[in-house]
């Protein structure tokens, strides 16, 4: 593509090629040693999409991503857009069996996994040989990570395919805005569920519509995203491109021209502020208080050390943030914007919290809402502003077609209100007076933890298996650090002798990813239900939270 051509329309891929070779001697991405500029992103990107369109891949297969921050994520996520086709994040804690229901549920047609998570892949229950070819990458900061290897079907190097197939653009026809984007999320039961967006939809209500900072405004013809493009711009998002709020980002400042580092390996605060410096990072988004307060201690620890200097924001998305961590935030980094950002899978960015120098937030967020934002009573009306009234936040406008191979849920979710289709989100909210919304919280049992989600059903439905367990609720536990911390409430079997913490986690661990595994374990007497056998999660917690926070 010239460097003349302008988008025809919303399609990713076609932004893209607008896009790159205006900034093609800029970095687009930095992940440890990796470094792309978008010049290479585009050629590397042009070689993967003529591999895989010599294996079959085509409009609408899916290419499954089981891996951690790398540059070729993003590689990979824009050759399946050059050939229609559809990436699938699937969260690289996952076990065998959880990965299992993610190839079947998306279908995927390839997969792309880093070495040290073959181990995995090859505890898939019944095996991968359906996978048309498994391309395995070397993770880009190995020193940091561990796990098992395994021989894999029809497996080969990433960089082999790459240096075996052609540079030259690859021309798919049929390309627009119509061309499926998927995003699995936990949504509000115990299986992940695929959040299937148009592309157009997605620029729009995910990424910003070509106003990344959300300061100008969306974009009102997709050929003005080229005056929006950026001189200089370094992004630095903590969560895992396997998450929302990094892809999106990280996309929005691609079709922008700016850069965006990513932090390989697990979190390590000191080399995330050394990065910040290194890189002269302009923005910084964590991911709750699991991610945030080590950053804040880290910097407390040590004065004098980082500078921080072209730092102008600091954001945070996927999980709340604490009161207290937004003060402190605020303390260290003033005349910086603190940013709380609202939104889900399902609904894309919602509205934001800024809060400007010396104010002392408190509660979770509270946001102005946004063009179709409501908060509905159980009615599906309107919550009257400083009624005091608790409803659901439900979101208009942009939204998804839906969940993949789930139309029951797809009906649940999205409903229909006076002729307008709606987002019901899960998050429980009050109206302030002045017309501000305040979040309460989820209105489902779901735990959020460090950003995960945590689904009670799941881990009681393994957990209810282990010899010593005669019944067994699952709940959150306030956590300084987690937001929320996975707890066990367990009735032992009579006679026989109590599991520990250490025996629980240990049988759970071959079944369920790390972050799931109970945190504590609380031992009673019966764990209440209904007449009907229904959980009292209520009890549970209250139970839970007067023994471990006594």
Known sequence: MSEGTLPTNYNFFEMWEAIWPRAKDRVAIVCGPQVRTYEQLAERTNRLANYLRSKGVGPGDSIGLFMRNDASYMEAMLAAFALRAVPVNMNHRYTGEELSYLLNDSGAKVLLVHETLTGAVGAVPGGVDHLEVI???KDPDPSTVSGEIAALPNQVWFEDALS??????V????RSGDDVYLMYTGGTTGRPKGVVWRHEDAFFACIGGGDPMRL???VDAPEQLIERMVDAFCYLPLAPLMHAAAQWTTLSWLLAGGTTVLMPGTLDPEAVWDVVDERGVNVLTTVGDAVARPLVEAWEANPGRWQGAGLFSLSNGGAPLSPSIKARMGELFPGRAIVDAIGSSESGVQGSQRLQAGENPTGLARFAPGVGTQVFDENLRPVEPGSEVIGRVANAGRLPQGYLNDPVKTAETFVEVD??????????????????IQLLGRGSQCINTGGEKVFPEEVEAMLVDHPGVHDVLVVGVPDDRWGSAVAAVVSPVAGAEAPTLEEIREFLRSSLAGYKLPKHLVLVDTVERSPAGKADYRWARAAAEAEILA
């Open 164 to 169: 075996s197939s052609s540079a030259e653009p």
């Open 419 to 436: 002729g307008v289709r709606y987002c019901i989100t899960g998050d429980m909210a009050t109206v302030e007076a002045d017309g501000t």
């Open 216 to 218: 100008l405004g969306p």
């Open 135 to 137: 391309l395995v990458l």
């Open 171 to 174: 021309i798919t026809e049929g």
